[in-house]
């Protein structure tokens, strides 16, 4: 079992709370109302500039060259494909990537992304990551799990895209490129009796990526 793993196991009620939250079922059954959709995209938006601060951090934090280039990986995947494919999906309700920006950050936006920035100007690479990691390998295991359950009618789908975003096989390498490198920081940087705060942080940031769903749920 690796850390991740250890980190889901330890934290079963917030981890269900995020991967089966009602906006993610509604999401898989196409039945997601369009504005929830909607208020969901623009924020997330918004979301990825501070996950892009917050890769920057770990380049910075970095302490080795691998440690660098993985956190230039995670940059990547957000500034070159995932905010490309908000800015097509927005487009279709004519919003311009300039009016996205604009819009305001909700409460949800700013706890999760500011806990995460927190978390890596106080603490170190590990925890960091760890708090990174909900977000980063969890929209894998969500993409995955909505094209597996059905992936005959994901062609006639209306967030068939966005599902095929996450469950392709490009994000499917960046999050198991991110889950190596968070158990070999673990094996570097953690002992057992740290594992129990991680376990703690972790869990945080479950209950706030669930916290983000339901604000779209509620905004929408």
Same mark, same amino acid.
Request: charged share 20%.
């Given at each position: 079992?690796?850390?991740?793993?250890?980190?889901?196991?330890?934290?079963?009620?917030?981890?269900?709370?995020?991967?089966?939250?009602?906006?993610?079922?509604?999401?898989?059954?196409? *039945?997601?109302?369009?504005?929830?959709?909607?208020?969901?995209?623009?924020?997330?938006?918004?979301?990825?500039?501070?996950?892009?601060? #917050?890769?920057?951090?770990?380049?910075?934090?970095?302490?080795?060259?691998?440690?660098?280039? #993985?956190?230039?990986?995670?940059?990547?995947?957000?500034?070159?494909?995932?905010?490309?494919?908000?800015?097509?999906?927005?487009?279709?309700? &004519?919003?311009?990537?300039?009016?996205?920006?604009?819009?305001?950050?909700?409460?949800? *936006?700013?706890?999760? *992304?500011?806990?995460?920035?927190?978390?890596?100007?106080?603490?170190?690479?590990?925890?960091?990551?760890?708090?990174?990691?909900?977000?980063?390998?969890?929209? #894998?295991?969500?993409?995955? *799990?909505?094209?597996?359950?059905?992936?005959?009618?994901?062609?006639?789908?209306?967030?068939?895209?966005?599902?095929?975003?996450?469950?392709?096989?490009?994000?499917?390498?960046?999050?198991?490129?991110?889950?190596?490198?968070?158990?070999?920081?673990?094996?570097?940087?953690?002992?057992?009796?740290?594992?129990?705060?991680?376990?703690?942080?972790?869990?945080?940031?479950?209950?706030?990526?669930?916290?983000?769903?339901?604000?779209?749920?509620? &905004?929408?």
């Amino acid at each position: 079992m690796d850390i991740f793993e250890r980190l889901k196991a330890a934290a079963p009620v917030e981890w269900a709370s995020y991967v089966d939250h009602a906006f993610v079922r509604q999401m898989g059954a196409g *039945t997601l109302p369009q504005a929830a959709f909607r208020t969901y995209l623009v924020q997330d938006y918004l979301f990825l500039i501070q996950f892009a601060r #917050a890769y920057a951090l770990a380049v910075y934090k970095g302490r080795t060259l691998a440690d660098m280039r #993985a956190a230039q990986a995670g940059l990547s995947a957000i500034l070159d494909v995932e905010m490309d494919l908000h800015v097509r999906l927005c487009g279709r309700w &004519g919003l311009s990537p300039e009016q996205i920006e604009a819009a305001p950050e909700h409460q949800a *936006t700013i706890a999760y *992304t500011r806990f995460v920035l927190d978390c890596g100007m106080s603490g170190d690479l590990l925890d960091l990551h760890v708090a990174l990691a909900p977000c980063v390998i969890g929209y #894998a295991e969500i993409g995955r *799990t909505l094209a597996s359950d059905n992936p005959a009618a994901l062609a006639g789908h209306p967030y068939a895209d966005w599902i095929g975003e996450y469950a392709g096989d490009a994000y499917q390498e960046v999050a198991a490129g991110a889950r190596r490198h968070l158990d070999d920081l673990a094996a570097r940087a953690m002992t057992e009796r740290r594992f129990s705060e991680l376990a703690a942080l972790f869990a945080k940031a479950a209950r706030l990526e669930a916290d983000f769903w339901q604000m779209a749920l509620d &905004g929408g």
